[in-house]
């Protein structure tokens, strides 16, 4: 009689907040969790245009204090995924341009050879790009071992001009502790049906062995 009694007081006690209630709590608390969320991309992306601004400018002082921002804010908050990084472009034409051109002020054939590159698409293209880039290398295959004079160029990989940081899988601000209180609004609607699943199930054996 006792077991029975005890059991009715731990039903009544799991049904006094409703799992409506827990429901509705849960739908607030996702919605301010995506919201926060939302904001942590937002930064990232702001803060990934202003080191391509700054890479537009061309000043490798503020280049390197944007990136510095972004990967204190990559690296700090969570949903920040950069997928394949931020290019540097800009810092990439430059450094390949200023390669060419100590390649073509050489007084040995090879640098003749890159100078005489630089006539034929120099007019071809106002600024430098990578159609321009493309142009000279394939002015350059015209002439024997082009393979070492690409090389001789010194032109920087691709590589060192992509930077990509990555976001923690929980981090502790309002986006992250946001989603905790989802993950246990989410634990307590299921422990409490759990719960009252198992409590029902022992009165109904012990209304069966009486």
């Known amino acids: 009689m006792a077991d029975k009694q005890r059991i009715k007081r731990d039903i ?3 049904q006094r907040v409703k799992t409506w209630q827990l429901i509705i709590l849960l739908i607030i608390a996702g919605f301010i969790a995506a919201t926060f969320l939302r904001l942590n991309n937002i930064g990232m992306v ?12 061309g000043n490798d002082d503020v280049i390197i204090q944007r990136l510095y921002d ?3 804010y990559v690296t700090s908050h969570m949903n920040t995924d950069m997928g394949t ?3 540097l ?8 341009q200023a390669a060419l051109n100590a390649a073509s002020a050489d007084t040995n054939p090879n640098g003749n050879i890159y100078k005489k590159a630089q006539e034929v698409c120099g007019p071809r293209f106002s600024v430098y790009s990578t159609a321009y880039l493309q142009c000279t290398t394939s002015e350059l295959e015209k002439y024997p071992a082009a393979d070492e004079l690409v090389q001789a160029a010194k032109l920087p990989p691709v590589t ?3 930077h990509v940081f ?3 899988a929980w981090s502790p601000d309002f986006a992250g502790w946001s989603v905790v209180v989802c993950i246990v609004l989410l634990l ?3 422990v409490r049906m759990v719960g009252l699943g198992i409590l029902k199930l022992l009165l109904r054996r012990h209304y069966q062995n009486v």
């Open 160 to 162: 060192g001009y992509v």
């Open 89 to 96: 472009e800009q810092s990439y034409k430059r450094d390949s």
């Open 166 to 168: 990555s976001s923690p």
């Open 85 to 87: 990084g931020v290019y």
């Open 188 to 190: 307590m609607i299921v």
């Open 12 to 14: 009544k006690s799991l």
């Open 46 to 57: 702001e803060r990934r245009a202003a080191v391509l601004s700054a890479d537009e400018a």
């Open 70 to 72: 972004l990967q204190q």
